[in-house]
């Protein structure tokens, strides 16, 4: 497994950006797929985005497409989550989390490690 440690999240109003970062150790992480997931009061965890290990291939959830974008600084062990045009349904805890093989996987299932979470609020 890779250790995960996100930070950046905070309280913005909607409309606004923010950016989250994810620094890893531990299992190479440039050889990893990566992710990040989002799990907001009541509901189920949705997956937000994925991306293969060299960051050359990329998913975003359909909801967050062309406002959130994900990359990686492998040279950094780091994964980023961009967000713009936040809106009041993004609020949630954003999980950066860690695929077994290279690929963008969609599928929950397919990561085995994770990082304790960092809130992300919007206000209206």
């Known amino acids: 497994q890779v250790q995960l440690v996100e930070s950046g999240g905070g309280l913005v109003q909607a409309g606004g950006s923010l950016s989250l970062s994810c620094v890893a150790s531990?299992?190479?992480?440039?050889?990893?797929?990566m992710g990040w997931v989002r799990k907001a009061p009541g509901k189920e965890r949705e997956f937000v985005g994925a991306?293969?290990?060299?960051?050359?291939?990329?998913y975003h959830v359909s909801s967050v497409k062309d406002r959130f974008t994900i990359s990686r600084y492998n040279a950094k062990n780091t994964l980023y989550l961009r967000m713009n045009s936040l809106k009041p349904d993004d609020p949630a805890v954003y999980y950066c989390?860690?695929?077994?093989?290279?690929?963008?996987?969609?599928?929950?299932?397919?990561?085995?490690?994770w990082g304790p979470g960092t809130h992300v609020t919007v206000s209206s």
């Open positions: 531990g299992r190479t992480f440039s050889t990893a797929g």
């Open positions: 989390a860690g695929a077994r093989r290279s690929l963008p996987y969609t599928g929950l299932p397919d990561y085995d490690s």
């Open positions: 991306i293969d290990w060299s960051g050359r291939i990329t």
